[in-house]
């Protein structure tokens, strides 16, 4: 099955093609006729916060995003308010609890706005879910069918690290908005300019001596294959260090970089997450941009803040002579504080910025990719300083 044949639903939508998703995020080929639990790719990332209403008209003023579908008290839905957002292939589905006694509110006054959900759109829900069960997996919900007049849609759910689930999908009989008892809503606001166009992956922080454990979850679970690790001086500064090893889907369009503490003088940013979440969650989304240039200024113009680089990360020779020639000169590259790092298969473009929510935890990593299918490996370093500067600043750092 060729890479044309399995383009999500999303991604059709957004009209997006093979070549623009090969750039995009990495995609490579890949035969879904051998996988145990194939997965088409991402459906949408589910965010539990505090103000449903405020926080999907934030990513429409400020992100771009589109809002496609709701559900609520005017629909039936007396539990809470949850708004669909759109940027390309990107959907946010974005919940806040309306009754008192709604479980959402329980899970936000534990771990504040976040990751709830990482939803996989997957051809065959009762293969995936009984391959799942089999291998150890935790199963939250049995394959079920929704049904509204826009058809059927099959659905079940996994259980992941700390609170996070995996819900899977099964969409292709259904052509509405987004689930049954969702309706149609579009935003007052308009049809935005789209400042990022796909997921490229989703991070996950989880407790020191557990990264392995999920790691080998998803190779067991899902069939994916270790892609990347970093450990040691790789993804170490003068005070913290941590872990990380990645799992991909075969065609790389799911990654799941895993995150773990490791010993240091001080507290890493890993520990100062699982503090504040209070337990394992999603760290951050990186979002894949066409146009990183654009959407760091039209982000930073709406009040979006940036983690800072010095000066001297863009005057270090080394720097310059591995990097060599990028689309973008390397002082408008500076003006921004956006990261460069090169690998054999090309070259990348990245910037994070700060925590989205009163917690320091979730924030957002936005990407351009040029060949490249790493991570910024060489931005490592200046990255976790930039963040220890931030977690000073908190003082969470001692």
Sequence with gaps: MSIEQTLTSQERLAELDVDQLRQLVGLVEHDPTADPFPVVGWDAVMWIVGNATQTAQMFQLVYGMELVAYSGPETGNRDHHAYVLRSGAVRFVVKGGVDPASPLLDHHRRHGDGVADVALEVPDVDR?????????????EEPHDLTDEHGTVRVAALAAYGDTRHTLVDRSRYSGPYLPGYVERRSVLGRPKRLFQALDHVVGNVELGRMDEWVEFYRRV???????????????????????????S????????????????????????????CGPGVQHLALATNDIVAAVDALRARGVEFLATPDAYYEDPELRARIGAVRVPIEELQKRGILVDRDEDGYLLQIFTKPLGDRPTVFFELIERHGSLGFGKGNFKALFE????EQAKRGNLD
Excluded: W
């Design 128 to 140: 995936c879910i009984a391959h799942a069960r089999a291998n150890g997996a935790v199963v939250l």
């Design 222 to 248: 899902m069939g994916f294959t270790n892609m990347a690790e970093f450990v040691g001086d790789d993804i170490a500064t003068e005070y913290s260090a941590l872990m990380s090893k990645v799992v991909a």
């Design 250 to 277: 075969g065609n790389h369009r799911v990654k799941f970089p895993l995150n773990e503490p490791a010993a240091g003088r001080k507290r890493s940013q890993i520990d100062e997450y699982l503090d504040f979440y």
């Design 386 to 389: 930039a963040i220890e500067r």
